[in-house]
């Protein structure tokens, strides 16, 4: 069974500019997570998503935004970026609430 | 903050040693869990335990949870140099929260 993938791997972005990252969870699986990874805050959690709604959303401010889409695979998008947006993203499905995350290797964004 | 507290913050033994982290919370809780990190990479499942539960084995690992005290342990025993990583545990707050909060984490180093 194949793993939680998140795409791309690694990005460079300049300030004021937006970046999407894509997460494809493990089959079967249709709850998506996302959080924010950083030395400083720690793991902070962004939103979660099942059945293409958005359940929670973390303390973040508007420009940070998620979809999940029919097949679930989900995607996040953070517009006008700033230097503190820099972070390993990380992208989690699970079968239900209950149940552990399962974990995508992340995408290290780095904001210049 | 609501995140939990790992201590030691950082923590260095040497193979077929144990080690054991601690973490302590301030909400009440529906499950408890901890999970891995390698350096860079996405966090793995160990084990979750639930509020209901005092003890947990999984091979080689070990986790208490006293919820009186709002703290949990992780005892790894024997450890292998494998077992270097960041360990953080994570507060299931159950409900309609659908989020896990987590902890700063403890790096253990295993020195060969």
């Known amino acids: 069974k194949a793993g939680v993938t998140q795409t791309p791997r690694y990005l460079i972005k300049t300030r004021g500019q937006q970046v999407t990252l894509s997460c494809s969870p493990i089959s079967g699986h249709r709850s998506v997570s996302w959080y924010q990874q950083t030395p400083g805050q720690g793991l902070q959690f962004l939103f979660e998503y099942f059945s293409e709604t958005q359940r929670n959303k973390g303390n973040f401010p508007g420009r940070f935004s998620g979809r999940q889409f029919s097949n679930s695979r989900s995607e996040m998008n953070v517009s006008t970026l700033e230097l503190g947006d820099s972070a390993l993203y990380l992208c989690?499905?699970?079968?239900?609430?209950?149940?552990?995350?399962?974990f995508g290797n992340g995408t290290r964004l780095t904001v210049t | 903050s609501q995140q939990g507290e790992e201590d030691p913050q950082a923590l260095s033994i040497q193979e077929g040693e144990n080690a054991t982290m601690n973490c302590s919370y301030k909400t009440s809780i529906n499950n408890l869990q901890w999970y891995r990190q390698n350096s860079g990479r996405g966090l793995v499942h160990l084990i979750l335990i639930r509020s209901n539960e005092r003890e947990k084995h999984s091979g080689r690992l070990r986790v208490t949870l006293d919820t009186s005290k709002k703290s949990s342990s992780l005892l790894i025993t024997a450890s292998r140099a494998a077992d270097t990583a960041s360990y953080f545990c994570?507060?299931?707050?159950?409900?309609?929260?659908?989020?896990?909060?987590f902890g700063k984490g403890t790096l253990l180093t295993v020195n060969p």
């Open positions: 994570a507060r299931d707050s159950g409900g309609s929260n659908y989020k896990l909060t």
């Open positions: 989690a499905s699970s079968r239900d609430p209950n149940s552990p995350l399962h």
